[in-house]
């Protein structure tokens, strides 16, 4: 069975610093992994697919990494409007369902 | 990029009930797609719904409860039918263009007392 875990589930960070957040996925053969944005009250948005191995993904101060067990979202200097849950999940070649983690959410302080 | 309204934004129905949630898209889409994200929970797909044809259900989604409409490129309906306090939750419709990435409307926030 499919399955994704993002830890942590929340993080706090000043404004500049930097963290990582973790996304481990077990998935029958991988289609694609996604990260999304959602912010309280509104629909997930769409951030970046990573479909292999080794790829890396940059928007801005977010940049996202693939392994074959797990992915990371990193996030450099944020700043508070970069406050939201991010959302990982992952899609296996057997269909076009979405497998959603449970989210980190993410605070900025300034 | 399309916009993608769904209408309801939010009810608050009584037990016993239905509500039928409408997902709106400026342009035509391959696939649609709903899901229900329960409070503490991650989004989990209840259906594809296919044009011209009968929706594909996952496991433990069954059309009497969710039964789901697709007339054309651009549209679809969830029911949500017989509502108890356990059908408390947000709604989302997605779509797909063609690739494997999927985009969200802004979610139906469904309370039942």
């Known amino acids: 069975e499919d399955q994704v875990t993002q830890s942590p589930e929340a993080l706090r960070l000043q404004e500049g610093e930097s963290s990582s957040l973790n996304c481990s996925y077990t998935?029958?053969?991988?289609?694609?992994l996604f990260w999304y944005r959602q912010d309280p009250g509104k629909g997930p948005e769409f951030l970046f697919t990573?479909?292999?191995a080794g790829e890396e993904k940059e928007k801005e101060r977010l940049k996202a990494t693939l392994t074959k067990k797990e992915s990371f979202l990193h996030i450099t200097a944020p700043k508070p409007e970069d406050s939201a849950t991010y959302l990982c999940?992952?899609?296996?070649?057997?269909?076009?369902?979405?497998?959603f983690g449970k989210g980190t959410s993410l605070l900025v302080t300034p | 990029s399309a916009v993608i309204s769904q209408k309801p934004s939010r009810d608050i129905c009584q037990r016993g009930t239905s509500l039928t949630i409408q997902c709106q898209v400026d342009?035509?889409?391959?696939?649609m797609f709903w899901y229900r994200q329960q409070p503490g929970q991650s989004l989990t797909l209840i259906a594809t719904?296919?044009?011209?044809?009968?929706?594909?259900?996952e496991s433990g989604f069954v059309i009497d409860k969710f039964p789901i409409s697709r007339p054309n490129l651009t549209f679809s309906t969830l029911t949500v039918s017989n509502m108890s306090p356990e059908d408390s939750s947000i709604y989302l419709c997605?779509?797909?263009?063609?690739?494997?990435?999927?985009?969200f409307g802004p979610g139906t926030r469904l309370t039942v007392l």
């Open positions: 997605s779509v797909a263009f063609g690739g494997n990435e999927q985009f």
């Open positions: 998935v029958s053969g991988l289609r694609g």
């Open positions: 990573l479909y292999s």
């Open positions: 999940a992952v899609q296996a070649n057997s269909g076009y369902a979405l497998n």
């Open positions: 342009s035509q889409v391959t696939m």
């Open positions: 719904a296919n044009q011209g044809s009968e929706a594909t259900y």
